[in-house]
């Protein structure tokens, strides 16, 4: 039975790499991959850090060798493919954390350090360390947000934890924590902040008096979105007891 989980999960890798190569092209722009977030998170969960972070190098080796995708490829989705699914396996089985992980891991860590590999190694000129962070940021949470809503789904309808288990993968309990859930949503309010930051430093021209403000109104809406989840959740676990 061992045998059988391990072979099955290496077919699952393969077709998890092949469908990262074909849907990568879509909504990208360079520094900008969607779809590669999308697989990341699906990936840690369902396999864990370090199978995702083999499909990630994978899928970024072949992008760059038949794409002519610069490095990006693998420093905008390896750090990510880690931390995604090492946070899925620290919070203990909660999906949003593994989303939290790919933001993390190439929203700051991976954006990183793509300057001194883009300046040094492929002779790109006029980056900051900071340059790719809101491009970066910005493919994370769109890949992440789709990622969160197929696994959701998946968990609701009691798959997620069946395909976990045929794949030899950790099994966590699908129950939701309304508390840990909000937490996590309030995390991203500081890295969207820094995020808006970035942009507003390096990309936004004019001298508009709104736009030093911009930065705090998406935090703080964050912030409130965690709060009301947080309140939207707990009654409705109430109204079941």
């Not at 998170?41 to 610069?70: D, E, K, N």
């Not at 808006?196 to 736009?211: D, K, Q, T, W, Y």
Request: proline letters at 4%.
């Amino acid at each position: 039975m061992t045998e059988n989980k391990k072979l099955i999960k290496l077919i699952f890798m393969a077709m998890m790499i092949a469908i990262g190569v074909v849907i990568s092209p879509i909504l990208r722009v360079e520094g900008m991959c969607p779809m590669a977030h999308l697989i990341n998170v699906t990936c840690a969960v369902f396999i864990g850090p370090f199978h995702s972070l083999a499909c990630a190098t994978l899928i970024g080796i072949i992008r760059m060798i038949f794409m002519g995708i610069p490095p990006l490829a693998l420093t905008g989705a390896i750090f990510g493919a880690f931390f995604s699914g090492l946070f899925y396996r620290l919070s203990k089985g909660k999906i949003l954390f593994a989303v939290l992980g790919e933001i993390f891991g190439t929203g700051i860590v991976g954006a990183i350090v793509s300057y001194p590999v883009m300046t040094y190694i492929w002779g790109r000129d006029g980056l900051t360390w900071f340059f790719y962070v809101p491009s970066f940021v910005a493919g994370t949470l769109i890949g992440g947000s789709i990622a969160f809503i197929l696994l959701k789904q998946l968990n609701k309808l009691g798959q997620l934890n069946k395909i976990q288990e045929l794949l030899g993968s950790r099994v966590y309990e699908s129950a939701n924590d309304a508390s840990k859930d909000a937490l996590a949503i309030a995390f991203t309010a500081p890295i969207a902040y820094m995020a808006a930051l970035v942009i507003e430093n390096n990309l936004i021209s004019g001298s508009s008096p709104f736009i030093p403000y911009i930065k705090v109104i998406i935090a703080a809406a964050i912030l409130i979105f965690a709060l009301i989840y947080y309140i939207i959740k707990t009654a409705k676990g109430l109204r079941h007891k």
